[in-house]
């Protein structure tokens, strides 16, 4: 028997479902929406939005969906993953605990910060000054090196024996690395690169929200039945909380097993990229350029622009695919995701996968001469010009 | 060496290519034989057929109505069972992530699973050979050179190599072959880990994100346009 299928009587042919199913299984065949099982995934959207009720789910559908497997009542708290480089804290840290804060004081319970890694005193006090109630700080010099079954190892430990309600970690290139090992091991949910978190209070749970298939759509989330709840966090989506001097919190110094801090990785050596200025993910500022620049060495305009603005240089698959800049500048889908406060992009058309990429910026600026380049739907100053004349004209301007 | 690759045929499948021709940069280093895995519907078999049009050995296709509807964690369960089923092997390859759900958490969920060691964001295999591997993985500010054991599971990004061309060879046999088909019975997984009711994540909602309200167009000479576009930054603080 079919676990979905069209009222056809009731069908009007209308094609709503058609929109609103984000998987492309639905087309409109003889006036008639038709459902393609194998690509379904019962996620009723298309229930939800059907105006006539065409659409129904058999029973056994219905009982395909998930019950709860824990005492949920058992777990309370909300923690963050305190991310820690070389001994300093990512700014993803303090992003976090902004968010932590108001998810916490909304379940009316603790925020606690973990951190990983020795000589943390002084990070462990700049998260109880930004908002932690307390820092779960483990103290061992094999954590200060991110390895991912060190980390997933000991972050396992120390929720099952402490059960919080809600975990996030930032979207960084550790986090989306180890906190999925985590989550397996728990057996839970995990939710990526959320970019909206919020508290159903009725129900006590976590509503997280992505965008998915390259941005084209935002998803809405729930981890109804497991704990805790998961999510990674897009870096500099969040408000930082602030620093409040006096502000008082408990730092819970922790040893882990020895057992638990063995890698089966070694890091052999780490190079840093030290060639652009800043790496585009933590900047505030990135200036950007696609195939308009024409040529490799026109990527000097970009360098003095970024410069002037103290910002970094990223560019769109196009300039990397032509070789004129690393892939480690790449914006959008297939490359990096980033979301700083200035957002520059020069001769970038707008591709929907450079978009996604990019779109969360506070201000985004474009500089194309094509009027109808798609990168101007989301310009919050869209300059139509030749990029040649205003770049130039830009930096004197700054300057001056 | 036995290679298996991981690859998930998406809506437009422009990048599958990608996706399944990770391997080659290996393949030419070392003797060996690579298996290319899918779980998807019966159509997902077009991808592998293309898989095998740019020369890799064995396919696999993993289809069952009981896995729809599964979320990260119990396709990465259900992948597991179905690698595990292939037998041996020594190196797993996975996109860092499919560029429609674009979670980037199966990878590590499977090493997990497997109980193997994992690195993500691979841009570039060193070496491998003698029970190990050396591998570049993409950092934030820069790349760490990582060596572990093998049997292990990396996650690769698009650096990692040129997808090469399908041969002729490779298009006849592609067309040829019989694609093994395996059910969620035949990879053993349990009823209850795989599908909606083994999926600890629900969509309870999708929508279209809001369009940014619509812009500000500066328009007129470069010395003028740039002179007010300096303007607004300065206000906003960013000079
Ligand atoms: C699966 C998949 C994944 C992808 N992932 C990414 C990704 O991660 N990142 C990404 O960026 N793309 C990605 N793409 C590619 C994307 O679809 C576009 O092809 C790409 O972004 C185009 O780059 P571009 O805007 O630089 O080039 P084009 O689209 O060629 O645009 C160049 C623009 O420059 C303008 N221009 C030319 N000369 C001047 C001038 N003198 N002054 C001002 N403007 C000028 C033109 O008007 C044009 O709008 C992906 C594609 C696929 C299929």
Redesign the interface.
Known sequence: MA?IWVIEDKCTGCGLCVK?C?F?AIEIVEKVAVID???????K?CVETCRSEAIALSPEAEA????PSVDLNAYRGVWIFAEQ?NGRLSSVAYELLGVGRTLSDDLDVALTAVLFGSGMEEAAGALVARGADRVLWVDEPELRTFH??SY?QVFEELIREEKPEIVLAGA???G???I??V???L???????CTELAIDREKRLL?QTR????????????????RPQMATVRHKVMQEAEALEGRKGEIVRRKAKPESLLS???????????EETI?I??AD?IVSGGRGLGKPENFALIRELAL??EGAVGASRAAVDEGWIP??H?VG????TVSP??YIACGISGAIQHLVGM?SSD???AINKDPEAPI???????????LF??VP??V???KG | MNIVVCIKQVPGTAEVRIHSETHTLIRDGVESMVTVFTMGPPQAEAALREAVSYGVDEVVLVSDRALVGSDTLATAYAIAKGIAKIGAYDLILCGKQAIDGDTAQVGPEVAERLGIPFVAWVRKVEEVGDGKIRVQRMMDDGYEVIEMPLPALITVVKEINEPRLASLKGKLRAKKLEIPMWSAEDIGVEEDQVGLKGSPTQVMRIFSPEPRGAGERLEGEAEEVAQRLAERLKVMGFV
């Open positions: 676990l609103k984000p492309g099982e194998s690509k379904c995934t019962l996620c959207a395909m969906q998930e019950k480089r991912d079954d997933a960084t290139a550790v989306r690395s180890f999925p090992k989550a397996a091991k057996e839970t949910g995990l939710t990526a690169d509503v965008p998915a298939f390259g941005g084209n759509i935002m998803a809405t989330i729930l981890c109804p039945n497991r089966r990785t070694s890091l052999i050596e780490f190079i840093e990229e030290l790496n993910v933590d500022v002037v603005l892939y480690s790449q889908q297939t490359g990096k406060k200035l779109r201000v985004i600026v101007f739907d989301v310009a919050t100053f869209g300059i139509v010009g030749d004349e205003v004209a830009l004197r301007k700054l």
